[in-house]
Nanobody
């Protein structure tokens, strides 16, 4: 089993910044791929950003130039730096990882979700 603990959410005014963290622990040999998703009330969950083991990143158009996804392999932790936040960024943010476990199998896990609220 793998556990994901998210932190760093909160309330911020428009134009402000937050950094989300997702720390993975448990039966992890290596985190292969990770992504950050978000879901606003009444809306479908969407992919915000992802990063591969090789460091390649992708972003949804609405956050390009404002958000940065990164990972610290030594700590099994991934981050989402969010700058120039807008009210439309308000959502619950979920960490998603694809993990190779010590059993040598691949599994996907989701974080519990953390709230980001941006006021205008």
């Amino acid at each position: 089993q793998v556990q994901l603990v998210e932190s760093g959410g909160g309330l911020v005014q428009a134009g402000g910044s937050l950094r989300l963290s997702c720390a993975a622990s448990g039966n992890i040999f290596r985190i292969i791929h990770l992504g950050w998703y978000r879901q606003a009330p009444g809306k479908q969950r969407e992919l915000v950003a992802n990063i591969t083991a090789g460091g390649n990143t992708n972003y949804v158009d609405s956050v390009k130039g404002r958000f940065t996804i990164s990972r610290d392999n030594a700590k099994n932790t991934m981050y989402l730096q969010m700058n120039s936040l807008k009210p439309e960024d308000t959502a619950a943010y979920y960490c998603h990882v694809n993990v190779r476990e010590w059993t040598n199998i691949l599994r996907d896990y989701w974080g519990q979700g953390i709230q980001v609220t941006v006021s205008s």
